[in-house]
T-cell receptor
Framework: SQQGEEDPQALSIQEGENATMNCSYK?????LQWYRQNSGRGLVHLIL?????REKHSGRLRVTLDTSKKSSSLLITASRAADTASYFC??????????????FGKGTKLSVIP | DTGVSQDPRHKITKRGQNVTFRCDPI?????LYWYRQTLGQGPEFLTY????????KSRLLSDRFSAERPKGSFSTLEIQRTEQGDSAMYLC?????????????FGQGTRLTVV
């Protein structure tokens, strides 16, 4: 089963604009990770945020985590056409067998129009 | 290249045939995962190895699926008597643990089409 739910399912913006994607999850987590996937390719790891962290930055990426609401957001600033891809959030559970695996959402398909 | 490598990239097979995929993880990673991804969905966990030991298997992994990781290096995923519903992208990932947190690195995947 898929724990994460990304919102929106699809997003289309102009180059230079900011893109915000949201993710909600259901169980207690150890960390939350964001991945990017270009069409028909593998996943590229973008950023990991631990459950005791609230915000993290990496280049043009900003991730927030609100464990009380079980939600996270990914902000891509000053978007480029090359950012066009599907973006997935994935959670690692805090304990038990599920702590070994990542549980992915269905993804947000981002289109950046030049 | 120090990334995760998967072979083949594409496989077309007839229903009922057996197929085998290979994954070469990042050399210093002792954890290896297999995921399956169908169109429009996120990856779903299939199985996990720590070194050569298979520690966890999803209920998605039916009896027709078997995975091995001899000597704790590369891994193979075999599907016997393939069905059309097995058509998907099969992704391999490997990881190390950084202060208790696992960051997984994925290969390019093997796209299986069962006709």
């Amino acid at each position: 089963s898929q724990q994460g739910e990304e919102d929106p399912q699809a997003l289309s913006i102009q180059e230079g604009e900011n893109a915000t994607m949201n993710c909600s999850y259901k169980t207690s987590i150890n960390n939350l990770q964001w991945y990017r996937q270009n069409s028909g390719r593998g996943l590229v790891h973008l950023i990991l945020i631990r459950s005791n962290e609230r915000e993290k930055h990496s280049g043009r990426l900003r991730v927030t985590l609100d464990t009380s609401k079980k939600s996270s957001s990914l902000l891509i600033t000053a978007s480029r056409a090359a950012d066009t891809a599907s973006y997935f959030c994935a959670t690692a559970q805090s304990s038990g067998a599920g702590s070994y695996q990542l549980t992915f959402g269905k993804g947000t398909k981002l289109s950046v129009i030049p | 290249d120090t990334g995760v490598s998967q072979d083949p990239r594409h496989k077309i097979t007839k229903r009922g045939q057996n197929v085998t995929f290979r994954c070469d993880p990042i050399s210093e990673h002792n954890r290896l995962y297999w995921y399956r991804q169908t169109l429009g969905q996120g990856p779903e966990f299939l199985t996990y190895f720590q070194n050569e030991a298979q520690l966890e298997k999803s209920r998605l992994l039916s009896d027709r699926f078997s995975a091995e990781r001899p000597k704790g290096s590369f891994s193979t995923l075999e599907i016997q008597r393939t069905e059309q519903g097995d058509s998907a992208m099969y992704l391999c990932a490997s990881s190390s643990v950084n202060r208790g947190h696992t960051e997984a690195f994925f290969g390019q995947g093997t796209r299986l089409t069962v006709v």
